[in-house]
């Protein structure tokens, strides 16, 4: 195979599109990137298959003058969503669809690889297949299982996600923070059931939840400086079997957002004091469970995105937008604590946003990204 063209990364996308799997249970996908590599010219090329992690893969090209190895990152995990855009290429798997676009994501990877197995770069470049983004913090484990050790040593990462409110192809990106962090939020109400007429013999675990629920915005509203900001999202209730029966039990999944470390910690205490009032207001007990995996703020490492940056700003054909910190989460953000590098978003224009069951990326943004990355990356490799 010589360097995919556009029709081929069309395909690509499309299959990839097809068959979207849940964290850490990425296997079809895993063994497609395979199978698209292991067509590409393999003389400079390495390929591993970490059995630690199985779903993931790395693929080393080897440069001719290496002076570093850099690393890049593309996520392929979905999400479960349940595909509404009625596309003829919609997903095959039920309730599970690229939503937050890991499909464009692996496409793009997949472009800049098969350039490079083409054209033998001058510095190593390592390309990392990354399962479990959405949640499992599948950059974590990889970082702690020592996936990037001895010869697959990375010295600086990159990285991009897509976005829908830039126009397709475009490159934004800024210096210091440009994703929140994030902790997962599960909370678990017990109180006591009982007959629909006779409340004041129960504990109610959906009216205690609904407090609960109502109160935790007030952290956001009454404990946070106004002029930093915050997100509790509380995305999923479970509770209750039939309307004449009062609830016993209730569940809270969510999420927490902070731009800063400082931020999540302070929301995460307030979010602990909320759940023990619960306990005495209700008469229910209230089990907490916060994490944060590897979802730590992106922050980009300032002398490479002043230098990416500087690039894609003078770069033929590139479009360039400054854009402001978003309350999205990345477990690139614990990559970027513990290996320098930059974090970007790829637009792709559309009018759903991510996570939506209808997000339609536009697909030019592909060839246009892999061309800003090629470029960057040749750049790059010029320099000492
Ligand atoms: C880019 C994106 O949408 N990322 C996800 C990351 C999930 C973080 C974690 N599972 C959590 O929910 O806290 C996001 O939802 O921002």
Redesign the pocket.
Known sequence: MAVLTEAELLQIRRQLHQIPELALKEYQTHAYLLDVIKQMKQDYLEIREPAELPTALLVLVKGSKAKRTIGYRADIDALPVTEATGLPYASKHQGVMHA?GHDIHMTVALGVLSYFSEHQPTDNLLFFFQPA???ESGGMKAYQLGLFTGKWHVDEFYGL?DNPSLPAGAIGCRNGTL?AG???VNIDIQGKGGHAAFPQLSNDAVVAAAALIMQVQTIISRNIDPVQSGVITLGKLTAGKIRNVIADSARIEG???GLTQSMIELIDKRLAEVCQGIELSFGVKVKLELNQ?G?WPVENNPELTENFIKYMKQADGVEYVETAPA?????FGYLLAQIPGTMFWLGIEDDSP??SATLTPQESSISRGIAAITGFLEYRMTED
């Not at 309350?327 to 477990?331: A, H, I, L, P, S």
């Open positions: 937050c983004e959405e949640s996600h994703f994030t902790t997962e999420t927490i957002r995996g979802y309350m999205t989460g990345e477990d991510l996570h």
